[in-house]
Nanobody
Framework: QVQLVESGGGLVQPGGSLRLSCAAS????????LTWVRQAPGKGLEWVSG???????YYTESVKGRFTVSRDNAKNALYLQMNSLKPDDTAVYYC??????WGKGTQVTVSS
């Protein structure tokens, strides 16, 4: 069955960087759209970034120029490189397969 497991979250100071990983199993990442969605404390879900089956990346406006989404077909994994992190980026980050299958999330906290 489809399984998505996120990792790489943690506590980082403003301006720092983190790289999130999403290990996928039960399907081939290169044949589906994959997305990163986050949920900040007390707020709703926010779509952050995605990559379609052709490899084209997409970003919400607030992370453009700071985040980079990528996938490794050989490792069947999705990544999110996050640079210049801000306190507003604090959230649980989820990896999804076409917004249908979801991982359990990884916590990112940006604080001094």
């Amino acid at each position: 069955q489809v399984q998505l497991v996120e990792s790489g979250g943690g506590l980082v100071q403003p301006g720092g960087s983190l790289r999130l990983s999403c290990a996928a199993s039960g399907f081939t990442v290169s044949t589906y759209s994959l997305t990163w969605v986050r949920q900040a404390p007390g707020k709703g879900l926010e779509w952050v970034s995605g990559i379609d089956s052709g490899g084209t990346p997409y970003y919400t406006e607030s992370v453009k120029g700071r985040f980079t989404v990528s996938r490794d077909n050989a490792k069947n994994a999705l990544y999110l490189q996050m640079n210049s992190l801000k306190p507003d980026d604090t959230a649980v980050y989820y990896c999804t397969k076409s917004m249908v299958s979801w991982g359990k999330g990884t916590q990112v906290t940006v604080s001094s």
